[in-house]
């Protein structure tokens, strides 16, 4: 197994009648920033291994800055009241 040869399910932790399609992670492949659409609150970025790269809060279409991350694999956290959501994000 390699080190981007990780499975994890996306889904909703809590109540499952939420509707996370609203949010979107642009642009995704990224190289130096990314952005979240339609969310405020506190994110988290983990690696492939699960290895926090950065948490922090962000503030509606705020840009973040992941010129630091090496290409390869992450997996992006959002929580709103307790529930949480992953998507996948590659870095170039």
């Known amino acids: 197994m390699g080190p981007y ?3 994890i399910n996306a889904e ?5 009648e939420l509707d ?3 949010f979107s992670i642009v642009p995704n492949p990224a190289k ?5 659409s339609n969310y405020t609150g506190e994110i988290k970025i983990r690696d492939g291994q699960g290895k926090l790269m950065t948490g922090q809060e962000v503030i509606l ?20 009241d307790s ?3 992953i998507q996948k994000l590659i870095v170039e």
């Open 5 to 7: 040869d990780i499975s």
């Open 12 to 16: 909703t932790l809590g109540n499952s």
């Open 20 to 22: 996370f399609s609203q």
């Open 32 to 36: 130096n920033h990314i952005q979240i």
């Open 61 to 80: 279409n705020q840009s973040i800055d992941i010129s630091s991350f090496s290409s390869g694999f992450y997996f992006i956290e959002l929580n709103i």
């Open 83 to 85: 529930q949480s959501f």
